[in-house]
């Protein structure tokens, strides 16, 4: 029996000793002393939709936190834990919704932070301490990450925002995106502090813009406005911004402006008509009309077809007469026509020692957004009686040639003037 009792005590000495024994081993955790871990992001929210700020009377806002833990190398640690706290200044201030997690295999921990409600946390400018709510996490005594933000007591300090909406420049060709206007917006609370990570939506009524975009760090967001080729894009396009905090219903909206012009070119010709039958001039009544062709060309001279054009016509920017079709589509050659009839009373006609102003008709041709593509201008008189009789003088040059089977030839020149020269 007393033999039995020995052998049991040497068996837990044994078991005992390595326990007892000195180990030269170090814990596994000391090669966490080259981890970092740092803040990925800190974001307040409202039902998991980014704000600009934190604020005690919107229960529904809390701050979305995230963090990091790296090795040396910069590759992620996972299975480490993490514990948070919350303090302005000395004093504990807020909650979390979970006070420790373990890193995920990304190494990435999450956390809601609640504020703790009274006057909030916000920072004095010049004080030599950060008044606002300081977040600390923690792996270790030497390794943390902290994240600073503002606390506000109220919606009402920081809203409503203000939108400020540029364009640069403010006019673009209708080149298919060729050319582009760059979009800035910028979006500052009541404080004039920039808004950052909150979406903000974006439409035009013409051309392309991004439909909406996320404010960076500074409160800004830069995009680019183009025309996507199509007719209907010409003209003025206006781009609108609006911003629409989850916690109530207030919308803000700002637009800016960007012409869209038309990098066409319109030939005009006029033929004055009696009866099908080309003449002169333009007469006041219907016995004579004219018929407006213009030809549309791009900027490389070829022809545009299944463009819309419309057609105005006036004295010296008062309109006078009109056309069988003021507009019309261009057909594969670029080809429109319209049928033009004066206005009546007194006609139409230039005064020549006047140099600056045009007395006469100017028809134009214009896009359907209203910008001028060409035009051509001429006389309507009040009477035939004006310009006829007519007068011809016809010349041979020379007036002698040779019998020889057309091998000396005369040029015969006619020339036809109106009754006015």
Partial sequence: ??????????????????????????????????????????????????VGEDVVDQPDIKTHLQFKLQDETS???????????????????????????????????????????????VDIPGTPEFDGVTITAKYSESIKATAQFNVY????????YTLILNAAPDEISLDNGQTTSGISLQLRNRLNNGV????????????????????????NIDL??????????????????????PSGDSTLIKTVTVQIGVDY????????????????????GDAVVTQIEGRLTDGAGNPVADEWIYFTSHIDNVSYGTFSNDSALTNNEGVVSTI?????????????????TFEGVTIEAKTVGGESLGQVQFNVYPSLDVVWP????????????????????????????????
Wanted: net charge negative; proline share 4%.
């Fill in 75 to 121: 590759k992620p640690v996972s299975g480490k834990l993490i514990s948070f706290s919350a303090k302005q200044l000395s004093s504990s201030y807020g909650s979390f919704d979970i006070n420790s997690i373990v890193t995920n295999e990304d190494g990435i921990v999450e956390v809601y932070y609640i504020d703790g409600g009274e006057t909030g946390a």
């Fill in 153 to 160: 007591a109220s919606l009402d300090d920081v809203w409503p």
């Fill in 390 to 421: 007519y007068t011809l003088i016809l010349n041979a040059d020379p007036d002698v040639i040779m019998l020889d089977n057309g091998q000396t030839t005369s040029e015969i020149s006619l020339q036809v003037s109106n009754l006015l020269g």
């Fill in 1 to 50: 029996m007393k033999n039995l009792w020995k052998l049991i005590n040497v068996i837990i000495i044994v078991a005992l000793l390595p326990q007892l024994s000195c180990d030269d081993r170090e814990p596994e955790d000391t090669a966490d002393d080259s981890y970092t871990l740092s803040l990925v992001f800190a974001n307040p929210v409202f039902n998991s939709v980014i």
């Fill in 196 to 219: 950052k990570s909150v979406n903000v939506d974006f439409s035009s009524d013409k051309g392309f813009i991004e439909p909406n975009d996320t404010t960076n760090h500074t409160g």
């Fill in 340 to 356: 033009y009839s004066d206005g009546g009373e007194n006609g139409a006609v230039d005064i020549l020692i006047t140099t600056w």
């Fill in 265 to 284: 070119n319109v030939t005009m010709s006029a033929y004055h008509l009696s009866s099908g039958v080309v003449v002169g001039e333009d007469l006041v």
């Fill in 224 to 245: 680019v406005f183009s025309d996507q080729g199509q007719p209907e894009d010409a003209g003025l396009a206006t781009i609108q911004a609006s911003y629409t905090h």
